[in-house]
DNA sequence: CCGCACATGTAAAGCGTTACATGATTGC
DNA sequence: GCAATCATGTAACGCTTTACATGTGCGG
């Protein structure tokens, strides 16, 4: 969707928690927080500019080797500003369901539609698979209980996010179930 | 997010249940499956056009009164077809969750964060609010358990939709629940 | 005759992905 | 030396939203 700034808040969020580079940034998206926001480097280089520019955040230049230099961006006193109020202003938009998945269904006329089958076989494997994923992180992250604490945020929507999957599963397990001859 | 002409099988979709102007379309993108998918007249008229320059929809004109012109559209054999691919094809993708609240979360470090009490019920309000409207829509679309069967897509997506929702309401609940001194 | 809904378009700007492009460092 | 990874950027394209723009039909 096309909202307003949100990845220039993450970038604060993430430089909140410790001053990072560019590519930092781009390998915390495909790793770290990618099960809730995507963004490639192409987009966070030129964005990191303009928030320099805003003054929101500030560079320091890393040498590594003998010529290699490295940007390391940390959020200004504005930029926690920024940060803050964004945190704790209303979110009144709710999230913009676009699961390809779901409109297919939509279009599907019949409950004995040979195609339904299918459909939803796959999905249960990428979903299993996704919840998967979801909770070997959270064994990874949050095994020790004190960590749920330390980073009570990370916590509550990797949670969210399991939460959902194993309910996701389940309808899906539900609907192939309850076709017909299947 | 980009998609790959996503909105152009979902025009495809709605064309197939019956012929539509552009207008029409708008609404429906404004209330039938708005909870799906969005799209705007500014994408749509110019996007009808484009398919039909490709043969995949076709209009006729009908005057409303003694000037007003109506375009209405309808699939071609070719769009038919490229639709019926569209949903039978795989869908190895899954939705990319944006939601902005959970985002926000993700920055609170400690569960007595004081903010935390009022983002959450937000939220709570804002989903049951949805929560009653999707029960309303069931109410009045599926009360008569034969509609089910006759559009079984919209029955299922409509039960994905409610469930989804029940189950984000009742995490909200909780974590409200958990919070210390609340 | 006035206001609202109907009806169709274009323009501009922002957001996001894919591709293009270059070079340095590290470990084997 | 070579490959994988580290590191930074630009360009082109497509999707989406917001704003601009115009005119008709209908009911009160």
Chains 1, 2 share one sequence.
Do not use: C
Not at 129 to 136: C, D
């Amino acid at each position: 969707m096309a909202q307003r700034n949100t990845l220039q808040y993450i970038i604060l969020g993430l430089l909140s928690q410790a001053p990072r580079t560019g590519y930092e940034l781009t390998q915390d998206f495909a790793h770290e927080i990618g099960e809730f926001w995507q963004a490639q480097h192409s987009q966070i280089y030129p964005l990191l500019g303009k928030m320099e520019a805003q003054g929101l955040i500030a560079h320091t230049v890393e040498v590594t080797g003998t010529k290699l230099e490295k940007k390391r961006y940390r959020n200004t006193a504005e930029g926690q500003a920024v940060l803050t109020a964004w945190v704790g202003s209303p979110t009144p938009t709710m999230a913009t369901t676009k699961d390809e998945f779901v409109l297919k269904l939509y279009f599907v006329q019949r409950a004995d539609d040979t195609r339904l089958p299918g459909m939803i076989k796959e999905q249960l494997r990428i979903h299993r698979e996704w919840l998967q994923h979801l909770e070997a992180r959270r064994q990874l992250l949050f095994a020790d209980p004190d960590a749920a604490s330390q980073q009570f945020g990370h916590y509550l929507i990797l949670d969210h996010a399991l939460t959902r999957e194993r309910q996701y599963v389940q309808w899906l397990e539900e609907q192939l179930a309850r076709l017909p001859h299947n």
